[in-house]
């Protein structure tokens, strides 16, 4: 037995997968000029896993919604960058700069944006379609 | 002569749970648009039209003459892999372009089964006033 229903749960969850994601590159390009002293007390950049989850056992086993299974931190090493007179400056003259690359979350954030706006759409339609199923027999 | 509303609704609504099943599963391609080692399903329509209308895709098995038979859908629908036109290194096959085109196409047909319905209703409206 299907149940149009569900949609709203599979397409809300990728609604909300979508914008952990996109608070995650908000995070990311907001502390992208975050200045550190040492190499360790970087900010580094998060980036959030999705994994598939099958919904229902049986005859509802068609349906997968999207949880955000883990938020990583990117291992790229923090830039280092020689300013002797910045108050933050380690012994050697350097302070550290966050790993974030902003043209990479820039394309990250326009990815996640599009994909919102897709389940948004399915959402629509899948209201529609029940709307007029509630109004069948009626006419 | 009687009405039966199964024989008058004829195929119409078996299609239209087939429809809604396809949408289910096109809908949770889209959500997993960005998801990394998902790989998009679809239903075949036809042979699953054809396993609705035998009584739904899973049977129970008489081997004996004094099993009852058992009717009603149930099971779900045999879904296939897609094969992807352009496979991503996160091993998703999801294009996006492609799923949303046949969800648009699978919300039109699942309105044109409403509205074949519609009209068997109508006609049996018709039929039981008898203006």
Known sequence: MSNLFKLFDVSGSALSAQSVRLNAVASNMANAQTVSGTAEGAYRAQHPIFASVLEGVGANANTHSVQVSGILESTAPPVAEYAPHHPLADPDGYIYKPNVNVVEEMANMISASRSYENNVEVMNTTKQLLLRTLQLGQQ | ?131
């Not at chain 2, 075949?44 to 039209?49: C, E, N, P, S, T």
């Not at chain 2, 396993?51 to 008489?62: I, S």
């Not at chain 2, 045999?78 to 196409?105: I, K, W």
């Open chain 2, 1 to 131: 002569m009687s009405i039966s509303f199964d024989k008058a609704l004829g195929i119409h609504a078996e299609a239209l749970q087939v429809r809604s099943q396809r949408l289910e599963v096109l809908a949770s391609n889209l959500a997993n648009a960005d998801t990394p080692n998902y790989k998009a399903r679809d239903i075949d329509f036809r042979a699953a039209l054809g396993a609705a209308e035998q009584g739904g895709a899973l049977k129970l098995l008489r081997t004996q003459n004094g099993h009852l038979p058992v009717n009603g859908s149930g099971g779900a629908l045999q879904t296939q892999y897609r094969v992807p036109t352009q496979p991503s290194l996160d091993g998703n096959t999801v294009d996006p372009q492609l799923e949303h085109a046949a969800f648009s196409q699978n919300a039109v047909q699942y309105q044109a089964s409403l509205d074949f319905l519609n009209a068997r209703f109508r006609g049996l409206r018709t039929a039981l006033k008898g203006e």
